[in-house]
């Protein structure tokens, strides 16, 4: 696997055994591993001084990454396979945890090694890049989500009754919504940032008008309101109300919007 990633001369993280070879020494190295004889000649080798990486699977149990410094330095990296996967779930948290903090804008590439403590070639090992990373996140976060809302709303209790589980879940209005705050983002143009915070938005519309349907049956709240449209502005309330949270710097705003929301529910013409 070819990885485009440059490192300094000195980055080598703690966790890898590293041994530098050079020239005719590294070659019979490389050419010597099993089942790779002859893929790794002396034109591969002036190619990786070109500020390449190449992943080189040797055993079950490790990898050796070939490395070429910022200096044409040639460093051969032994990783256990474990941390190698590690290293993948920890950016994956790292970028979970930091988007919902500043958006996908405000992170960089080497806040998510800083925050994950992956060394520098594991992103792009990992990942085609950050928007890559960013999508796998976000999709693990919409079904975190998604099952938050399943989980919430349920079956238990009257339509309306688990409509307002909805409203009554606590919320911090100055950290945001999870997946909201990307609305606000230029990014949100990119499909696969868009894809996993719509599935979301939508189950959650059809969790909460199926609620509202079965209120309207059971003639708690009146039937000539469309179901999809109320649990849209319900959705809306909410996000609404973590706006101005934002804005005022109030973390309460919101709950004072879910608040009202339930007010406007309970006296609706039940016909």
């Not at 041994?19 to 019979?28: C, E, N, P, S, V």
């Not at 040639?74 to 903090?101: S, T």
């Not at 609305?183 to 143009?189: L, V």
């Not at 696969?192 to 509202?212: G, H, I, M, N, W």
Request: glycine share 8%; net charge positive; proline share 2%.
């Amino acid at each position: 696997m070819l990885l485009r990633h440059v490192v300094s001369d000195d980055c080598a993280p703690s966790e890898f055994h590293a041994i530098t070879y050079a020239g005719k020494a590294l070659d019979r190295l490389l050419a010597g591993v099993k089942g790779r004889r002859g893929l790794h000649h002396n034109s591969t080798i002036m190619a990786a001084r070109l500020e390449k990486t190449w992943l080189i699977p040797i055993i079950a149990s490790c990898l050796y990454i070939l490395v070429v410094t910022e200096y044409n330095h040639v460093r051969l990296i032994r990783r256990d396979h474990e941390d190698v996967m590690k290293a993948k779930g920890e950016l994956v948290k790292a970028a979970k945890k930091l988007m919902w903090e500043r958006g996908y804008e405000g992170v960089s590439p080497r806040d998510l090694l800083e925050e994950s403590g992956a060394g520098q070639g594991s992103l792009y090992h990992h990942f085609k890049g950050k928007l890559d990373l960013a999508s796998v996140a976000l999709g693990e976060v919409s079904d975190e989500m998604c099952e938050f809302a399943r989980e919430t709303v349920g079956t238990d209790g009257s339509g309306l009754d688990r409509v307002f589980r909805f409203l009554d879940v606590a919320r911090d209005g100055l950290k945001g919504c999870r997946m909201g705050r990307f609305a606000c983002e230029s990014s949100i143009a990119e499909a696969s940032l868009r894809k996993p915070v719509e599935r979301y938005f939508r189950e959650l519309q059809q969790l909460l008008a199926a609620a509202l349907r079965e209120a309207q049956a059971n003639g708690e709240i009146a039937k000539r309101l469309d179901a999809n449209e109320l649990a849209l502005m319900l959705i809306t309330v909410v996000q609404g109300g973590f706006v101005v949270s934002r804005v005022y710097r109030d973390r309460n705003a919101i709950n004072q919007a879910t608040e009202m929301a339930k007010s406007l529910l309970k006296p609706l013409p039940r016909r």
